[in-house]
């Protein structure tokens, strides 16, 4: 289905009234197809649509794929997302969606249907980094979902997700500036990774964190790898490495399923106290009082309680991403759209590339 029939299926919807400022928009940056409706900071909308089925066979996302699910998804979805917020599209005021980083092909989905659907209904549109949406999730919560940027504090922000691992400080809203981030393999790369060697079912790393809950942490002694590194850079190939040697020298572990929990347990116990400790660490070097973390790996049971604990240590205010804007979806691209028009950051300009490897500045 293409995105010109997407656009005139979309336009002809029936028109109803208009009230507040309402956005649209589009996340599909990886193997998420999302659809969001946001007005004045308001989640009225997040639908998404897993693809983890269709990457499980093959153990990891299939760009090609992934590409071909978004162009079936993007019109139900965007349909759904409308229907359970009442909005017609006719009375969208702005449209937004990620432009990077992500796969090529996936982000050229979205970012190229949001910015047609912009040009035809005239509205201004704002391209969107997937980390900052991600970094400003944190202040996103309630039931409806909504923005609370009035409590807004400068802060540490840990962004931590399957390809990227980064410490932010966050000197006011939209002015932030990355202080370190993975060098090689991040979070949740090694998770995932580590969960393969293992042969845990795709995902790994969620797989990896039930079967932790049951096993020993203190079990098998693993490497936290520049845990008392003067930089605020992270590194988990070694950790990836020393797990798989740890397995070719004791395949006996396979035999046992105790063993396999005590391992996960290990491995990542490893990985959080690395976070946990660095994350902490630059909050009281630069003296912000709040510590905000968000993105996919933040589901994680032990890393969400173990920086809860830590902060309330040291007297540092949290504030973690709800577990369904933690993974890729459209409220939190919605979100800081919203914001950015609020600081007139919207235009009527429908010629942005795709930017698979935009970095957060």
Avoid at 27 to 56: M, P, R, W
Avoid at 144 to 163: K, M, N, T
Avoid at 336 to 358: M, Q, S, T, V
């Amino acid at each position: 289905m293409g995105i010109e029939y997407w656009l005139f299926q979309l336009k002809s919807r029936a028109i109803s009234p208009a009230h507040t400022m309402k956005i649209l928009a589009i996340e599909t940056s990886c193997d998420e197809t999302s659809v969001a409706v946001i007005a004045e900071g308001v989640v009225l909308a997040n639908i998404v649509s897993s693809q983890i089925k269709l990457h499980a066979e093959y153990g990891g996302v299939v760009p090609e794929l992934a590409t071909r699910e978004h162009l079936r998804n993007l019109l139900p979805v965007s349909e759904q997302a409308l229907n359970l917020a009442g909005v017609a599209i006719a009375n969208i005021d702005a449209i937004a969606a990620t432009q990077g980083p992500g796969l090529p092909s996936a982000l050229l989905v979205g970012l190229y249907a949001a910015e047609s659907l912009a040009f035809v209904l005239d509205k201004p549109f704002v391209p969107i980094n997937h980390h900052e949406a991600h970094l400003y999730s944190a202040w996103v919560t309630g039931n409806p979902l909504r923005a609370e940027f009035s409590e807004f504090q400068p802060s540490v922000s840990l962004i931590v997700s399957g390809g990227h691992t980064l410490l932010v400080l966050v000197e006011a809203e939209l002015r932030h500036r990355v202080l370190g981030g993975t060098i090689d393999d991040a979070a949740g790369e090694c998770f995932d990774k580590v969960a393969k060697l293992i042969g845990l079912p795709y995902p790994g790393g969620p797989e990896l964190d039930r079967l932790a809950q049951f096993g020993n942490p203190r079990a098998y002694a693993f490497p936290r790898p520049m845990i008392f590194d003067s930089s605020d850079d992270f590194s988990f190939s070694g950790l990836k490495t020393a797990v798989r040697y740890f397995l070719r020298d004791h395949p006996e572990v396979f035999e046992s399923r105790a063993a396999i929990q005590d391992l996960c347990a290990s491995v990542q116990a490893a990985i959080v106290e690395v976070l946990v400790k660095k994350t902490v660490r630059v909050a009281l070097r630069t003296g912000v009082k709040c510590v905000t973390a968000s993105g996919g790996v933040m589901c994680n049971s032990a890393l969400r309680s173990q920086l809860n604990a830590a902060c309330a240590s040291e007297g540092l205010s949290l504030r973690i991403a709800e577990r369904g804007l933690c993974t890729d979806n459209a409220a939190m691209v919605g979100i800081l759209a919203e914001r950015k028009l609020l600081k007139k950051n919207g235009e009527r300009r429908y010629d942005f590339e795709i930017a698979p490897g935009l970095a957060l500045v």
